[in-house]
C-alpha cells in the first residue's frame, strides 16, 4: 500500500496582508448629536410659533437656530478631528484583492 503526501503544489502557500484602513468617523445619522440638534431646532420653532410675538418672534427663533446649528457643525467638526473608526480587511499580498 502506498501512502502519499501533500506536496507543495496541494498547498496554498499565497500570503495574505491584513489591512487596516480608517474612516474619519461615524455618519452624523448615526449619532445623537443630530437627534438632539433636530430636536432643539424643532423645539425652538414650535416655541416661537406658540407664544407672544413680541417675547419671542422669528426673528429671535431664527437667531437661535442659527447658534445651534453653529453649535452643532463645530460639535461635528471636532468629533472628525479626534476619532476614527477601523475597518479590518484581508486581502492577498500579491493581487492586493
Do not use: C
Not at 433636530?38 to 407672544?52: F, K, N, Y
Request: glycine letters at 8%.
Amino acid at each position: 500500500m502506498s501512502t502519499q503526501y501533500g506536496t507543495s503544489a496541494d498547498i496554498n502557500t499565497t500570503p495574505t496582508k491584513t489591512v487596516f484602513t480608517t474612516t474619519e468617523t461615524k455618519p452624523s445619522y448615526k449619532t445623537t448629536e443630530l437627534i438632539a440638534y433636530v430636536v432643539a431646532v424643532i423645539g425652538v420653532l414650535v416655541a416661537s410659533a406658540m407664544v407672544d410675538k413680541s417675547d419671542f418672534g422669528a426673528q429671535e427663533a431664527w437667531f437661535y437656530v442659527t447658534l445651534l446649528t453653529i453649535g452643532y457643525m463645530i460639535s461635528r467638526g471636532l468629533a472628525k478631528a479626534g476619532s476614527y473608526e477601523k475597518e479590518h480587511h484581508t486581502t492577498d499580498a500579491h493581487s492586493g484583492r
